[in-house]
């Protein structure tokens, strides 16, 4: 009954979602006429469209790479050796995922990519990690702790080498296009902190 209820629920949440979608494209339509500029829709449609193709097949390659490094990296039992050493690390932020190796493993392989810049190989990892954890969360409609700081973990996400942006950077023509590393560093090294604080302390405030 709860997996129905969960499933029904995901099928609302995306009707939703593509309900909101068709009502921004038919303002956009409505508005561009009523503005007296429908050329507008078709520049965006042809012109714009061709630039979001170009620009996803510039990115491939450099996507392809580290995520076919990541793919040997989790193969050659690496991860397994990784997980092992930052052990402490994972029982403190992910207390009720420290003995489900596979989902450890699915956190190491999320935050490295996030930590690398590559957000796509990343959604793959963490929808792997969130499915593993899920096999052992004991209320199947809530999300445990783990699960809560792993999200913030994802979303803050630190970034020691910004890789799609340093090369938008540079099919743009920046001079140096990896000066945003130490910015990008900084930045989000400090909003990880400050999101795993909050989600420790009301994690704390839950268990009193």
């Not at 900084?186 to 909003?191: C, G, K, V």
């Amino acid at each position: 009954m709860a997996k129905a209820d969960y499933i029904c629920g995901l099928s609302t949440k995306g009707f939703v979602m593509r309900t909101i979608w068709i009502i921004l494209i038919g303002l956009g339509l409505i508005f561009s006429f009523i503005n007296g500029k429908p050329e507008t829709v078709t520049n965006v449609l042809f012109f714009e469209l061709q630039k979001s193709v170009e620009l996803i097949l510039s990115l491939l390659p450099v996507m392809a790479f580290w995520t076919g490094l990541m793919t040997v990296v989790e193969r050659s039992g690496i991860l397994n050796k990784l997980s092992n050493i930052i052990k402490p690390m994972v029982r403190f932020l992910f207390k009720e995922a420290q003995d489900n190796t596979k989902a450890v493993n699915a956190i190491i392989m999320t935050i490295a990519a996030n930590m690398l810049g590559i957000g796509n190989s990343a959604t793959a990892f963490g929808i792997k990690a969130m499915r593993e954890m899920q096999l052992t969360n004991k209320d199947k409609n809530i999300a445990n702790n783990a699960m809560c700081m792993f999200l913030i973990i994802n979303v803050s996400s630190i970034q020691i080498i910004p890789i799609n942006i340093i090369k938008l950077r540079a099919d743009a023509g920046a001079l140096i296009p990896g000066d945003v590393m130490l910015p990008t560093i900084a930045a989000t090294t400090f909003s990880t902190a400050v999101a795993i604080s909050f989600a420790k302390y009301y994690e704390r405030r839950e268990n009193r």
